[in-house]
């Protein structure tokens, strides 16, 4: 006997392929040391069509120790944390300032949830998404970010700072807080559909 309900009352969500994504959420992590913030398709905020795209910060999940040379031309020994490249990334990619960036990644991991929690509505572009598969084997959504390249491993680090950036096709600031309000309004908020009496305006 098949599944009426099945067939009839659910539909399966699509994987998102796309190159510009916004966040919608950030949460705990199943380990204590780790952040997960939830992107979906830019024109998908209610999340109806496309499946979530995750990216996880896991607090000393470096890489082993190599070779780097940094913009002085400075060759050292130096671990690097994947995680934490991506996420600085991002928040780079939503202007964030440097003295905000320090706070979020040097905040323990419930305060990082929160700090993050205020980006949510800013859309950037990002690598191109789909199915990926863990370094635990499990297959998520995520972004398809490049392998490791341990024989150009500066410039793999190089590129690996600015996998994300800002989404220009938002527009202004402005714009960008208003999307950010849109999608952290309640379902059940009530939205005035025009002025009312005792309104005021505010140059």
């Avoid at 205020?118 to 950037?124: A, D, I, K, P, T």
């Avoid at 972004?143 to 994300?164: A, C, G, L, M, S």
Wanted: hydrophobic share 35%.
């Amino acid at each position: 006997m098949s599944d009426i309900y099945s067939s009839l009352a659910s539909m399966e969500l699509m994987v998102p392929n796309v190159t510009s994504v916004c966040l919608t959420g950030v949460s705990e992590g199943k380990k204590p040391n780790t952040t997960v913030l939830i992107f979906r398709h830019p024109e998908d905020k209610k999340g109806n069509q496309y499946e979530s795209i995750i990216l996880t910060h896991t607090v000393g999940a470096n890489l082993p120790a190599n070779n780097y040379t940094d913009e002085n031309g400075d060759t050292r020994r130096v671990v690097f944390n994947l995680g934490s490249l991506h996420l600085i990334s991002f928040l780079q990619a939503v202007d964030a300032s440097d003295d905000e960036i320090r706070e979020v990644m040097t905040a323990s991991r419930d305060e990082r949830v929160e700090m993050l929690k205020r980006y949510v509505g800013e859309c950037v572009t990002c690598p191109m998404t789909g199915r990926v598969k863990g370094g635990d084997g499990v297959t998520r959504v995520g972004f398809k970010f490049e392998d490791i390249d341990w024989d150009d491993y500066t410039d793999f680090i190089n590129r690996q700072k600015k996998v994300f950036g800002p989404d220009f096709d938002l527009g202004p600031a402005l714009e960008r807080e208003e999307v950010r309000k849109r999608n952290t309004r309640p379902d059940n908020a009530v939205v005035p559909m025009s002025m009312e009496d005792g309104d005021e305006l505010i140059d």
